[in-house]
């Protein structure tokens, strides 16, 4: 398990000292996949790369499996190191080597006999989905498959922990898909624990099981993936999660309520769901905005809209609440 407790951390500059990481605390359990989101300058890159002491705290600690790696110094933080590995978005793959050699590296540096470490390398290569490439140079490789060349070599040293730092922001769409699962299945099939940082919800929809929201270098929410995407509390939260959502439009009308409604992979229907409700319940609904997409046979996104009356939402509310994977709340002065 890694347990923060109470992490700050400010750096001091021309201009005067930044507070980054304002008492941060969070706990990951051993095997979870867990995200941590925010928009830029959130603090998100250095509270990961505080985890294994390449930026040191000024206050609080990091303990990993019980063990206080904020205290290590020389030999016995290199030993703790030992247990992490870190993927980065642009890769940093040594371009003079070959992709096996590259996966090789890590290896070297521990001392593994090289023929040990090639046969290592060949396996991990493989498990990528890139043994064919063992002998070809990063340059010639497209940025999902250096990525993957990333991942055999952060696991080459068999770490207990990979931290990502935003993995897939350099890369498209349908490849950064590719990627996370990939990262997916390594965990489901070695157990090892992932932290991964975005500013992609998508991102973090796809791979995560659990997910801290960070805001100016605080803990703003933190929870279940599906509890927070679908339900979120926290001001910063509710920016990430409905970006297309105005929070102000066309000036309210006297008695109109507005409502936001979640689809959490709710089944896509024969019929559109807003226009049965509104011809089931007599109810004059308006679509102010929407953001949605169907993955497979499920659709996920939001919806603001409005109803005429505190009745009509009352009844658009109930309704819409009672399909599955679908929840709505008028958005009020304290739900925007």
């Given at each position: 398990?890694?347990?923060?407790?109470?992490?700050?951390?400010?750096?001091?500059?021309?201009?005067?000292?930044?507070e980054?990481?304002k008492?941060v605390?969070?706990?990951?359990?051993?095997?979870e996949?867990?995200?941590?989101?925010?928009a830029?300058?959130?603090?998100?890159?250095?509270?990961?790369?505080?985890?294994?002491?390449?930026?040191?705290p000024?206050?609080?600690?990091v303990?990993?499996?019980?063990?206080?790696?904020s205290?290590?110094?020389?030999?016995?933080?290199?030993?703790?190191?030992?247990?992490?590995?870190?993927?980065?978005?642009?890769?940093?793959?040594?371009?003079?080597?070959?992709?096996?050699?590259?996966v090789?590296?890590?290896?070297?540096?521990?001392?593994?006999?090289?023929?040990?470490?090639?046969?290592?390398?060949?396996?991990?290569?493989?498990?990528?989905?890139?043994?064919?490439?063992?002998?070809?140079?990063?340059?010639?490789?497209?940025?999902?498959?250096?990525?993957?060349?990333?991942?055999?070599?952060?696991?080459?040293?068999d770490?207990?922990?990979?931290?990502?730092?935003?993995?897939?922001?350099?890369?498209?769409?349908?490849?950064s898909?590719?990627?996370?699962?990939?990262?997916?299945?390594?965990?489901?099939?070695?157990?090892?624990?992932?932290?991964?940082?975005?500013?992609?919800m998508?991102?973090?929809?796809?791979?995560?099981?659990?997910?801290?929201?960070?805001?100016?270098?605080?803990?703003?929410?933190?929870?279940?993936?599906?509890?927070?995407?679908s339900?979120?509390r926290?001001?910063?939260?509710?920016?990430?999660?409905?970006?297309?959502?105005?929070?102000?439009?066309a000036?309210?009308?006297?008695?109109?309520?507005?409502?936001?409604?979640?689809?959490?992979?709710?089944?896509?229907?024969?019929?559109?769901?807003?226009?049965?409700?509104?011809?089931?319940?007599?109810?004059?609904?308006?679509?102010?905005s929407?953001?949605?997409?169907?993955?497979?046979?499920?659709?996920?996104g939001?919806?603001?809209?409005?109803?005429?009356t505190?009745?009509?939402?009352?009844?658009?509310?109930?309704?819409?609440?009672?399909?599955?994977?679908?929840?709505?709340?008028?958005?009020?002065?304290?739900?925007?």
């Amino acid at each position: 398990m890694i347990e923060i407790r109470n992490l700050s951390k400010t750096f001091t500059t021309e201009n005067g000292e930044t507070e980054v990481l304002k008492n941060v605390s969070l706990s990951i359990r051993d095997g979870e996949i867990y995200g941590i989101i925010g928009a830029s300058g959130a603090g998100k890159s250095t509270l990961l790369r505080s985890l294994n002491m390449l930026e040191r705290p000024t206050s609080g600690s990091v303990l990993i499996d019980g063990e206080d790696v904020s205290a290590l110094r020389g030999k016995a933080l290199r030993e703790a190191r030992k247990k992490t590995a870190m993927i980065f978005q642009d890769f940093n793959l040594l371009m003079q080597r070959t992709c096996l050699k590259n996966v090789c590296f890590p290896m070297e540096l521990a001392g593994i006999r090289k023929a040990e470490a090639r046969e290592r390398a060949k396996k991990l290569l493989e498990t990528v989905g890139l043994s064919e490439k063992a002998d070809v140079y990063p340059v010639r490789l497209s940025g999902g498959q250096r990525q993957r060349v990333a991942i055999a070599r952060a696991l080459a040293s068999d770490p207990k922990i990979l931290l990502c730092d935003e993995p897939t922001s350099a890369l498209d769409p349908q490849t950064s898909k590719s990627v996370l699962g990939l990262i997916r299945e390594i965990n489901r099939a070695t157990g090892i624990t992932v932290v991964i940082i975005t500013h992609q919800m998508s991102a973090a929809e796809e791979i995560c099981d659990r997910v801290a929201i960070l805001d100016g270098g605080s803990v703003a929410e933190e929870g279940e993936v599906n509890e927070v995407f679908s339900r979120p509390r926290s001001a910063a939260a509710k920016r990430l999660v409905f970006p297309d959502l105005p929070e102000e439009g066309a000036a309210q009308q006297p008695g109109e309520k507005r409502l936001r409604v979640i689809f959490h992979g709710a089944a896509a229907a024969g019929s559109p769901l807003i226009a049965t409700l509104a011809m089931e319940k007599r109810i004059a609904v308006s679509i102010l905005s929407a953001s949605m997409r169907n993955l497979g046979e499920k659709v996920y996104g939001n919806m603001l809209l409005s109803v005429p009356t505190a009745e009509a939402a009352k009844q658009t509310i109930g309704y819409l609440r009672s399909v599955p994977d679908v929840f709505a709340e008028e958005v009020t002065d304290d739900v925007v």
